[in-house]
């Protein structure tokens, strides 16, 4: 090979070498390696100079397909261009209190003011923020503070694609999870390429699919690990309840044993969500605390703003109505699941998606936060 031929192709190698950088640049930003080519003296040296370009090329190509991480919990998401198979690095879970406070011969649901409500009326729908006043005539009514959370109720179109049935049937409040079992790859056109359905044993891991806000308990994939952080608790009247009435409206509490930290999130079935319950508020709802002079965390209900509640009467009332809660543990428990898992790839197409299908059925498209690498 001449000096002329062997320049002409370093340049060709250059200049196809800069188009990548300049298109994994666009992409992703600045390379942290920029691209070197070495000096050239032998045909040594030549041929290494091809193995480096070849190793270089591919090392950005590699790079263009890097693991998805979405910022936001999904339910579905969209694959990465030239993508042709996927591996699942993580699944976390969401929990929301589901409800839909329409029954049979229902007239009106009451409200709560300041909450958000979803409400359904002869085939219109519409959120509307409560005053205090009851809701008439409607077809169906789900109370979005309570199921998501105070500031993070979701748009009506949000949450029409979340609950994509149009009508479902009443529940007085339910913890509903995110737990994944399978996730299905799509073409553009919606066709069912590939499916990965994730083993019973890593479904049946104690709270699997729990989560709240951006708490949750998580499988890895990578480290083999599964990891707690959301526990759940069963109130029904016979634990060591106390009042607390240095206001006007009494309120209950009760020890679960949790130390260290303050804990910071909790939701539980029925009407409850969480609000500041204390001496120098009227809130309905529920928290959970770790501070105050206590030594343990403790959860605080106050069922209503009525003067009249009594111990005897609130713990007579969880005999009948059990109160159902996940709350944020102050340590983490971390299992190894290694032998229950293994680095099963899935096939995609360009420009198609994957689904998050939980167990609750493709009518409760609950989005749960999860992590892929994509591969081209």
């Known amino acids: 090979m001449s000096n002329t031929d062997r320049d002409a192709l370093l340049e060709r190698w250059a200049t196809g070498m800069e188009k990548l950088e300049q298109y994994y640049e666009g992409l992703y930003g600045p390379p942290a390696t920029p691209a070197t080519l070495p000096s050239i003296t032998t045909r040594e040296g030549m041929l290494e100079t091809i193995a480096d370009t070849i190793e270089q090329a591919q090392k950005y190509i590699n790079k263009m397909s890097p693991a998805y991480n979405n910022s936001t919990d999904s339910y579905v998401k969209t694959v990465p261009p030239r993508s042709k198979t996927a591996q699942i690095i993580k699944l976390g879970g969401k929990t929301i209190a589901w ?207 009525y003067t009249t509640e009594t111990l005897a009467g609130f713990k007579g009332w969880l005999g009948s109505n059990n109160l159902v809660a996940y709350y944020e543990i102050t340590t983490p428990a971390v299992t190894d699941v290694s032998a229950y898992i293994s680095e099963d790839t899935f096939k995609t197409t360009s420009g198609g998606t994957i689904e998050f299908v939980n167990a609750n059925g493709e009518t409760f498209r609950i989005p749960a936060p999860s992590t892929e690498y994509f591969s081209v």
């Open 99 to 305: 409800n839909q406070l329409v029954d049979t011969g229902t007239t009106s649901v009451p409200t709560i003011s300041g909450h958000k409500y979803y409400v359904l009326t002869n085939g219109t729908s519409q959120i509307v923020t409560s005053s205090g006043a009851a809701i008439a005539s409607a077809d169906m009514v789900c109370d979005l503070t309570t199921m998501f959370g105070r500031n993070s109720e979701p748009s009506l179109s949000k949450f029409k694609t979340m609950f994509p049935a149009g009508h479902y049937d009443y529940n007085a409040g339910e913890l509903l999870s995110a737990n994944v079992v399978r996730v299905t790859s799509k073409d553009s056109n919606g066709n069912i390429v590939d499916d990965y359905d994730v083993p019973a044993t890593i479904q049946g891991l104690d709270g699997y699919g729990w989560g709240i806000k951006t708490v949750y308990n998580e499988v890895d994939y990578t480290t083999k690990k599964y990891t707690k952080r959301i526990a759940k608790i069963v109130l029904n009247g016979s634990e060591n309840w106390s009042m607390l009435s240095s206001n006007t409206y009494p309120y209950f509490a009760v020890s679960i044993g949790e130390r260290g930290s303050v804990v910071n999130n909790i939701i539980a079935s029925n009407y409850f969500n969480q609000h500041d319950i204390g001496s120098t508020s009227s809130n309905i709802g529920i928290n959970i605390i770790n501070s105050g002079g206590y030594n343990d965390a403790r959860i605080l209900v106050r069922p209503s703003n």
